[in-house]
């Protein structure tokens, strides 16, 4: 018997799962689609239905690790009920993430480097962390409005500050061990933005990740 095929869309999926993951642990640069196509189980022909190119595949895979973590946020504040820690809910469920942080930490510090050498890379990746920083702006707005967060902190700059300890923990994690000093980063932005200091159970989380 041979296998059934799968839906045009279920295929797609699974490539860009597939890719995802290979240039995660790989590069742009480096990898193939001949090591993707093989990886996913089809011909590069077959690939190439999907993606017209490697880089429209790749930047895909941007689009894809985006959604989840933007869901994983999104799940984060719905579970904290106290406006004020909306924000470390968020940062705190993506350093804990064991399937999000490494495929979309990789991807974005080689981003970083694939951008100085292509113009598209580049325009796209910039566009991107925009819309990354838009939701936590916008988060940090509505934790404004709900009285979580005091209304004379600047949410455009407080959302980039953010996205800025969330590349040193990347950059952390690729050094393996930069800065033992999570409790006390974490903490210092905690009271900050909300006169809280993290709680004995937080603390101990932040220096264990």
Not at 83 to 90: D, F, N, S, Y
């Amino acid at each position: 018997m041979t296998p059934s095929r799968l839906p045009a869309a279920e295929r797609r999926a699974a490539v860009l799962d597939c890719a995802c993951r290979v240039f995660s642990e790989g590069s742009y640069r480096g990898t193939t689609t001949a090591e993707i196509a093989k990886e996913a189980g089809v011909t590069e022909p077959i690939l190439y239905r999907h993606f017209e190119s490697k880089r429209d595949l790749y930047l895909a895979c941007f689009e894809e690790c985006w959604g989840r973590v933007r869901s994983m946020w999104e799940e984060a504040i719905a579970g904290e009920s106290d406006p004020a820690l909306w924000v470390g809910a968020m940062g705190r469920s993506f350093l804990e993430s064991a399937e999000h942080r490494p495929v979309i930490s990789n991807l974005w510090v080689q981003a970083l480097a694939e951008a100085s050498e292509d113009d598209e890379i580049r325009r796209y990746l910039r566009d991107h962390m925009r819309e990354v920083h838009q939701f936590v702006a916008d988060v940090i707005r509505r934790a404004q409005a709900a009285r979580g967060i005091p209304k004379d902190r600047d949410a455009d700059a407080e959302a980039w500050i953010f996205l800025a300890i969330g590349l040193l923990s990347m950059a952390d994690r690729v050094l393996e061990g930069l800065s033992a000093q999570w409790p006390e980063i974490v903490g210092s932005r905690r009271r900050w933005l909300t006169g809280r200091d993290l709680s004995p159970r937080e603390k101990k989380s932040f220096a264990l990740r």
